[in-house]
């Protein structure tokens, strides 16, 4: 994104540009990383490729989780 600059250097930002910075914020949110926000931009990757990884990664994420709560609860 390579947004217009105003005479005194400020970046102007057109409302295309505005989505795009929401959909990034969105993605950031849900942990996509940015080689794979890039990817989405370029047409490389499909949002829902992208998408199941994030669900496949977070359902790991989860399983470790209750692994380790197991564990402490039974130290506790």
């Given amino acids: 994104m390579e947004p217009a600059r105003t005479?005194?250097?400020y970046r102007d930002?057109?409302?295309?540009?505005m989505e795009t910075l929401k959909k990034i914020m969105l993605?950031?949110?849900l942990?996509?990383?940015?080689?794979d926000i890039r990817a989405l931009q370029r047409g490389e990757d499909a949002?829902?490729?992208v998408m199941q990884r994030r669900?496949?990664?977070?359902?790991q994420q989860r399983g470790e989780?209750?692994?380790?709560?197991?564990v402490c609860r039974e130290l506790r």
């Fill in 65 to 70: 989780l209750d692994r380790a709560l197991r």
């Fill in 47 to 49: 949002l829902g490729e």
């Fill in 7 to 9: 005479e005194n250097g």
């Fill in 13 to 17: 930002y057109s409302d295309e540009d």
């Fill in 27 to 29: 993605l950031r949110a």
């Fill in 31 to 35: 942990q996509v990383s940015l080689k």
């Fill in 55 to 59: 669900i496949d990664a977070m359902t």
